[in-house]
């Protein structure tokens, strides 16, 4: 007769009956994900591994989560790894998985995708937060390790190109362990630097030899920058993260150096270009003044000070030649009427009468015009025409 077992005890044998199947461990397992549920306080993936009829629980703890370099998601295709045991509390079998890859495509390039996703979504690629690189920068800062060919061909074409400007190399480890850190490092003291435009970038590599470039810290760092950073990883076809924050790309980093300062050369044409322009332009506007002025300075002719004076002058002598005459006719008129005048008043005059024998007689300054006014020893005064003479009147 068989033992009665609990339900635990039952659970607990299945569970090692399980674990002894060699057959059971290390498992690779493909299906659908679904269900996923990711738990925030444990960092625990909870989800159902699925294909077209079956089904099965599945379960992977943080200490293999965290390690996943992409984060699973409903309707993934995958293929997991890991062993079946029984969870004995439910009394249910499940994958305990201790890694998962995506079937067909990379895992790392997965990871990059979402992680670009999520950027996105935070709005560090909006063309609004791309700052301008200027047209003549004064200060070019380097970004890039110190002896690699990107830097002797960047600093060639700096020179080159634009040799008035100056180039400060802020080296730094570009693949490796601790790139991401040196990188952030150097592009903050460049940043710090008062540089006007930034380039990082390293020549070409792998896609290994690139991932640096496709850090969130250093997407997140050249989106924080005060300073324009115009990015320059590998070759034209390698797209890296850091060429969707920074403020423009450029497929190479001669390319890169050819964005940040503009050709002398081309300048010094455009300078005499624009010189040969305004040459015309201020001629043509100097012939035009000129004619301008002569018009007005005829004009001003028939209103200047000048001829209005003359005319005035002219007016002026002109009347006072006729002032003049009139002035002397009036005289010579009025001299003719005193003379006559003086005539007619000379032939009544007292003296001419008397000049033909007669006198006046005065008797105390008064003229004695009857004998009556006269007595017997009054003193008188009888005046000629040439003469007086005192008398006294007798009896």
Known sequence: MSSILTVSQLNRYMSFKLKEDSKLRGLLVKGEISGFTHHMRTGHFYFTLKDGTSAIKAVMFSSYAGALKFMPQNGMNVIVMGSVQVFERDGVYQLYVTDIQPDGIGAQYLALEQLKEKLAAEGLFDPIYKKPVPKFPDKVGIVTAKGGAALKDILNILSRRYPVCEAVIFPCVVQGEYAVDSICDALKLADESDCDVIICGRGGGSYEDLSAFNSEKIART????????????????????????????????????????????ALYEALAAYKNTLDNALSGVISQKRQQLLSIESELKNYAPAAALSALRERLASGEKRLSEAIKLYFERKQREIASGAAALDSLSPLKIMSRGYSLVYKENTLVRSADMLSEGDRITIKFADSETNAVIGG
């Open 222 to 265: 050249v989106f924080s920058m005060n300073t324009p950073v115009i990015s320059a990883v590998g070759h034209e076809t390698d797209t890296t993260l850091i060429d969707f924050t920074s403020d423009l790309r450029a497929p190479t980093p001669s390319a890169a150096a050819e964005l940040a300062v503009p050709e002398m050369s």
